[in-house]
């Protein structure tokens, strides 16, 4: 049993309110999340926004590449659900440097540099990890930023892939957190991560037929970390680990 599990509020929490929003994000902090992941793509106008997809199709009623559009024209649009903004990554670091922690998933092209930039001049790099599905970006930012932490979501990993790590059984240096969908992990390869003091982190619950039953269990087997998308199921899990460890 970890003791110091992470709980994270994935994309804020996408199942209870509007995903990568300041809204979903005070939901996260307000059930128990003590850090937030989030996803970002560069505008037209090379702002830093916050949105998982390319396009702003699925989760707004607008249509349109992000790198087509500048950060005022998304301002002009409201998420299908509840009618929230599309956050510029500035935004929430402002709302939320003194409450919480940061994922910061880099999604859209050429935003490592910027990024880095924004980080540094608010003096957050402490408060932030740096996660991406290609190996070599976080590489790069390791290497520009050598104090800052990165985490491999390996699941759909370009540069190494879950096969490889299992077989070779070694994790480059580099990395600090793996993060791997939940029905993917097993002891083995949490020990494999701890024996090489990487942290692993679970996401990937929203297609669970049972969660809380699968999140105790990652819990009770030494999880590290796990991206809540249910911010009423985060609450549950907290209560259950205050009272039973």
């Known amino acids: ?8 509020g994935h994309r804020g929490c996408r199942v ?30 090379n702002k830093l926004v916050v949105i998982h997809d390319k396009t702003i199709d699925r989760t707004t009623n607008g249509k349109g590449e992000v790198k087509e559009l500048t950060s005022a024209k998304i301002k002009e649009f409201r998420t299908k659900k509840k009618g929230f903004l599309i956050p510029l990554l500035s935004e929430v670091l402002d709302a939320y440097k003194t409450k919480l922690n940061f994922i910061i998933e ?21 408060n932030c990890v740096f996660s991406s599905r290609d190996l070599g970006e976080l590489f790069l930012l390791k290497s520009e930023m050598p104090k800052s932490k990165i985490c491999y979501n390996i699941t759909k990993g370009i540069g190494l892939t879950l096969n490889t790590l299992i077989k070779q059984r070694t994790i480059p240096n580099q990395i600090n957190i793996i993060n791997l969908d939940a029905k993917l992990i097993n002891n083995d390869i949490i020990n494999l991560c701890h024996e090489q003091d990487v942290l692993i982190y679970a996401w ?27 911010c009423t199921d985060m609450a549950l899990i907290k209560k259950w680990k205050n009272s039973v460890y």
């Open 204 to 230: 990937n619950f929203i297609n669970c037929t049972k969660p809380i039953e699968k999140i105790k269990q990652l819990i009770s087997n030494g999880i590290d970390g796990v991206l809540f998308d249910s």
């Open 1 to 8: 049993m970890n003791l110091e599990v992470h709980f994270i």
């Open 16 to 45: 209870d309110s509007d995903e990568n929003t300041l809204q979903a994000f005070r939901m996260a902090l307000e059930n128990g999340a003590d850090i937030i992941e989030l996803d970002i793509h560069k505008t037209k106008d």
């Open 106 to 126: 880099l999604k859209g092209e050429n935003v490592r540099e910027p990024l880095i930039k924004m980080v540094r001049k608010k003096g957050l790099i402490d």
